[in-house]
């Protein structure tokens, strides 16, 4: 989950890697630090905290040099200090690291028998010193790197930089992200595209396992069984990877703004007249026995949101997995089986392990990503866009409904062709879609009652989120959203499960949050709220116009949305949700974009 950065330029590059790092920080920000060389001499500057102490740092204590890496960092193996943070340095070696050496015990067991001592917590000084001891050895520095790469188990992304070497670096990936830019003169390395956006335009994706020997004028690649190969460059699209907040304070804020242009954007890409174009060619729904959906965290709220729509309208049964759990289980995979991962980076090491233990199993593999030269992308036999544009908010908000709205595409394809909707039901579903933006603009109106209630709900010691059916999985992801940005203690319930166990903790200092569009489950989830009432609990109701007047009298609060059918009401009733996080996080001033302990992209298990 943390970000490297690495650049053979022409010019001073220390304020270059600060500005890719400010573009990465996303990964993690515990720590930062960057490494050059100058005139022959490898050293380095690094800061714990955001970026901006590491900046700061520069300022008085500047670090000169053409040729350099960085790092921003999510603590895996020791605590987020200054000694632990990267670039890791031994004797000519630097290094910058993104992953787990799941072997490091043992070399560094090994290195302590040859006399070598330790001053880090981290499993990444092992790859600096053990990269160290070849060299001291006698072989020169790729050599000395590419044995060390070879001795490594786990998950990584690696690159090295050298004492004495100031048009050289060594990069190599298994398991996590790495990309190569191609400049005038120039060569540059990062995670993924948006740290080397502003650099360039034109990509190489390193494919799994490739080493790279890099220097201002060429880059050798190699696979991992040391041959020598071509990854073509592609260009990429430099306003895809913009970030700024564009007048927000936050990226939060921007992003749950942009959802109408976005979702605008996706269907556009998707839909010509009532025809969904999901892939050239056409997708073949109609042999799929069985659908197994396997995603973390938010992506995976989206696939139990779709688990709905898929059996509900196509009538094809669904399995939900977290990511995290799903191969450990060794289930069986059906020959009919089709298996579809949603991610929003393409690169969650959990989801994409679990693809790979399904790709020998599933008579076909689909994912749902938002960024389509992720590792998930290509691994796939077909992959769908979501059309969200760069997410750097960890929280995710359009990127949630943007994967809404390709599963329910996917449901709505999958019915037509199944015979379980006409053409003239897809149109009406379709019509709703279209308008659906617009709907958005509307809700958004409702932004100043939320944030009112987001203050008053923000001194509770604990949030209940209720749902039925389709507000099920969306009560699930507001309590996510909640905890995870403003630190108070969230939990969704399905509403009838509220009295077979959590209805013990309703009193009348617990807001809950129920998730009550006026449709077919209405009734039976107002008499769960009315329950949660009897007992003092402080509802805020969701819902619409038609629902508030059947059922708000008497509730704490209400927050009335615009109405929509049953089908496309998870989209929109996510908006109030993200909104209600937002609001509580501003209000209790935690850090809104990122929420300690977390990054956007967990590229490690």
């Not at 390709?406 to 449901?411: E, G, M, N, R, Y």
């Amino acid at each position: 989950m943390c970000g490297i950065i690495g650049v053979l330029g022409r010019h001073e590059v220390a304020p270059v890697l600060v500005e890719a790092l400010r573009r990465l920080e996303y990964r993690g920000y515990d720590s930062a630090g960057i490494a050059t060389v100058h005139d022959g001499t490898l050293d380095r500057r690094r800061a714990v905290g955001k970026l901006v102490n590491l900046s700061d740092l520069l300022v008085h204590d500047p670090l000169p040099g053409k040729s350099g890496i960085g790092h921003t960092r999510w603590a895996t193996h020791g605590s987020p200090t200054e000694v632990n943070a990267h670039p890791h340095k031994a004797g000519p070696v630097a290094v910058v690291h993104n992953g787990i050496i799941e072997n490091f015990r043992a070399l560094r067991a090994e290195l302590a028998e040859d006399g070598r001592g330790f001053t880090t917590e981290t499993d990444t000084e092992t790859v600096a010193m053990l990269c160290q001891k070849y060299i001291d050895g006698g072989m020169n520095h790729v050599a000395a790197a590419e044995a060390t790469i070879a001795r490594l188990e786990g998950a990584f992304a690696l690159v090295f930089l050298f004492d004495g070497q100031e048009d050289l670096m060594v990069a190599a990936r298994k398991g996590s992200p790495l990309a190569v830019g191609h400049g005038e003169g120039e060569v540059y390395v990062g995670s993924d595209a948006i740290a080397l956006a502003p650099l360039t335009d034109r990509i190489t994706y390193l494919e799994e396992g490739d080493r790279a020997v890099l220097t201002r004028e060429t880059v050798e690649i190699r696979d991992e069984a040391g041959n020598l190969v071509n990854r073509p460059v592609k260009q990429v699209r430099i306003d895809a990877a913009r970030v700024d907040k564009a007048g927000h304070k936050h990226f939060m804020a921007k992003e749950i703004a942009e959802q109408p242009t976005v979702l605008a954007s996706a269907l556009n890409a998707y839909l010509d007249g009532d025809h969904i174009n999901l892939v050239e060619g056409g997708l073949d729904l109609t042999r799929v026995e069985r659908l197994t959906m396997v995603a973390c965290g938010t992506a995976f709220y989206a696939c139990l949101t779709a688990k709905y729509w898929f059996e509900k309208l196509a009538g094809l049964p669904v399995e939900v997995d977290i990511a995290s759990e799903f191969r450990y289980r060794e289930p069986p995979i059906s020959p009919g089986t089709t298996a579809l991962f949603v991610s929003q980076s393409g690169e969650t090491a959990d989801t994409l392990a679990a693809l790979r233990y399904c790709r020998d199993r599933a008579d076909r593999i689909l994912s749902v990503v938002n960024v389509q030269e992720s590792s998930i992308a290509r691994e796939s036999d077909v992959a769908l866009p979501i059309h969200a544009g760069a997410e750097i908010g960890v929280a995710s908000t359009k990127a949630f409904t943007c994967q809404l709205n390709v599963l329910l595409l996917l449901a709505l394809e999958a019915a037509v062709q199944r015979g379980r909707m006409t053409p003239e039901e897809k149109a009406r579903h379709l019509a709703d879609l279209r308008a659906l933006p617009g709907v958005f603009n509307v809700a958004l109106e409702r932004d100043a009652s939320i944030a009112e209630a987001a203050r008053d709900m923000v001194e509770a010691r604990d949030v209940l989120f209720l749902g039925r059916g389709l507000m099920y999985p969306l009560a699930l992801e507001g309590a996510l959203k909640f905890k995870e940005i403003s630190y108070v203690h969230a939990e969704a319930y399905a509403s009838g499960e509220l009295k077979h166990g959590p209805i013990a903790l309703i009193d009348n200092s617990v807001p809950v949050v129920v998730m009550a569009p006026r449709d077919s489950l209405f009734d039976k989830t107002v008499s769960n709220m009315q329950e949660v009432m009897a007992r003092g609990g402080q509802v805020l109701l969701v819902t619409d116009a038609p629902g508030a007047a059947e059922a708000a009298e008497n509730v704490w609060r209400s927050i009335v949305l615009p109405e929509v059918s049953e089908v496309l009401a998870p989209l929109l009733y996510a908006l109030p949700a993200q909104l209600l996080a937002y609001h509580a996080a501003v209000a209790k001033g935690t850090d809104v974009d990122q929420p300690r302990n977390l990054a956007k992209s967990v590229t490690v298990e």
